[in-house]
């Protein structure tokens, strides 16, 4: 097992995409930390690189102490799991977990203690004697873990593992997942698009834009701590609802003054800090459960708002409503039971201690 260090890491393809815009990031030993960014936002290819797959424009990538940069990627003790993890089909799935070892001349009584202590923790030993196609989608993609433990590397790399799963078996794998890591605690890096995966599996979540780093951190400090709007905006679904406003001293307070003329008092403790925003447009960021009828979660510092709903959407435990409030649209998160209606003006909740404030002249959370 192992720390991974990237250093001002670049990744410029041919034509001069920069997909990767020098980033740095401290991988602890043991630490599962996932990356997640939208699309294209460069995870798979930094990804590769720890891996050794894709070769690095600018900067140095070390693995347990050692920099790998010009070490091959058989020779990095790193074992991969892609999305498309192709298991042999005219092999067992025992043979498939003991197909690398095998290559590398293990003994073999060693390959067969690591695969049946992979399939214990993975909980397939009843199926090591079958073919991949007499699998589900789930049991498969256990076995390419199975492939990637019984290397016993010092880095496991997943690559959206789960994405070809129905959404049932992601959560489940998923679980999967995260106990396999508590029982083989090996350093992992794990890259995602879904923010739920994300704050779900991580020690630390690293939220990546555009080929840079936007903010680093636990789940419930990204969740509750957000450093940008982009952060903001790509944690927690629904998604935060951002109202343009302006931010205007009241009486030795700050009020945050929404077009229409609704205005909301900024809690006292939060006062000092914004003070410097006074008489500047802000965007006003309040998560879909902070806007409610539900007074249970918080007493302090909620402000009543009226707003009528276009959208009504019970999901059983929640119902979600959708308004548009001076253009914007915004959602909020009521209790299943509250007789909301399309049309009908509801009371509200703002969870004022729960708010941000983002500057919209440089989207950083004030
Ligand atoms: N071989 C390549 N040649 C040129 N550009 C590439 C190559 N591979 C990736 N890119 C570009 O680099 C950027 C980052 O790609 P990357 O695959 O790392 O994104 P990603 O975050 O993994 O996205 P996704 O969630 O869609 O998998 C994209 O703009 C992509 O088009
Ligand atoms: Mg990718």
Redesign the pocket.
């Given at each position: 097992m192992a720390e991974v260090s990237l250093r001002k890491i670049v990744k410029a393809?041919?034509?001069g995409?920069q997909?990767?815009k020098g980033i740095d990031l401290e991988i602890q030993d043991h630490e599962f930390v996932v990356l997640v960014?939208?699309?294209?936002?460069?995870?798979?290819?930094?990804l590769r690189m720890i891996a050794g797959l894709e070769e690095i424009t600018a900067g140095e990538i070390a693995i347990g102490g050692t920099v790998v940069n010009d070490i091959p990627p058989r020779d990095r003790d790193i074992a991969m799991v892609f999305q498309n993890y192709a298991l042999y089909p005219h092999m067992s799935v025992y043979e498939n977990m003991a197909f690398g070892l095998t290559l590398r001349k293990f003994p073999k009584a060693e390959i067969d203690k690591r695969v049946k202590e992979a399939a214990r923790i993975l909980d397939i030993t009843p199926l090591l004697e079958r073919k991949p196609k007499a699998l589900s989608g789930g049991q498969r993609q256990r076995v390419a873990m199975g492939r990637a433990i019984v290397r016993d590397p010092k880095v496991f790399l997943f690559d959206?593992p789960l994405s070809n799963l129905d959404a049932k078996l992601r959560v489940q794998m998923r679980t999967e997942i995260k106990k396999v890591h508590q029982t083989v605690r090996t350093t992992t890096v794990y890259?995602t698009?879904d923010q739920v995966e994300a704050l779900t599996l991580a020690d630390r979540v690293v939220v990546?834009n555009h080929?840079i780093i936007e903010q680093v951190g636990p789940p419930q400090e990204l969740y509750h701590h957000p450093a940008t709007k982009f952060v903001a905006g790509f944690i927690g679904s629904p998604a935060m609802n951002f109202i343009p406003a302006q931010l205007e001293e009241a009486s030795g307070g700050l009020n945050i003054v929404i077009a229409g003329g609704m205005s909301l008092p900024v809690p006292p403790s939060r006062v000092d800090r914004y003070r410097g925003h006074a008489g500047k447009p802000v965007l006003f960021g309040i998560r879909p459960e902070h806007l409610t009828d539900d007074k249970t979660t918080d007493k302090h510092h909620l402000e009543p708002l009226s707003l009528t709903p276009e959208v009504i959407e019970p999901m059983g435990m929640e119902t979600l409503a959708h308004f548009k409030l001076e253009g914007t649209e915004i959602s909020a998160r009521l209790d299943p039971s509250t007789p909301a209606e399309v049309g009908k003006p509801l009371a509200l909740l703002a969870h004022m201690g729960q708010m941000h404030l983002i500057d919209p002249a440089t989207d950083k959370v004030i």
């Open positions: 393809y041919e034509g995409v997909a990767v960014g939208p699309s294209g936002c460069g995870k798979s290819t930094t959206e890259v698009h990546m080929g």
